[in-house]
């Protein structure tokens, strides 16, 4: 069974940083496509990144580019968000999601994805 748990969100100032993980159970980020998206109240879940388990391409959406990293450790159970410069405005819960299909670019679509964590809490004062 494939289960996804995100962990460090929490309070932090605007400008300064965050570590979100999500961790797998039943399966390795080696073979699936592993999305971060958040969803800030009143509006739709939107992507922030992805990456694709068997070629490790990454992508951004372009309000985090430059600012936030996606990445896996070495025994690909465990994927990151490294979020730096924080804003007011990424205050949302961050979800992650998976999927067996290779995505490529499409993986900053939440709806392609099959598996989702059950969230957690970033919010950034200013």
């Known amino acids: 069974e494939v289960q996804l748990v995100e962990s460090g969100g929490g309070l932090v100032q605007a400008g300064e940083s965050l570590r979100l993980s999500c961790a797998a159970s039943g399966f390795s980020f080696s073979d699936y496509n592993v999305g971060w998206f958040r969803q800030a109240p009143g509006k739709e879940r939107a992507a922030v990144s992805s990456?694709?388990?068997?070629?490790?391409?990454?992508y951004y959406a372009d309000s985090v580019k430059g600012r936030f990293t996606i990445s896996t450790d070495n025994a690909k159970t465990m994927v990151y968000l490294q979020m730096n410069s924080l804003k007011p405005e990424d205050t949302a819960v961050y979800y992650c999601?998976?999927?067996?299909?290779?995505?490529?670019?499409?993986?900053?679509?939440?709806?392609?994805?099959?598996?989702w964590g059950q969230g957690t809490q970033v919010t950034v004062s200013s």
């Open positions: 990456l694709t388990g068997t070629d490790g391409q990454t």
């Open positions: 999601a998976v999927t067996s299909t290779p995505l490529g670019i499409l993986g900053l679509t939440p709806q392609l994805y099959d598996y």
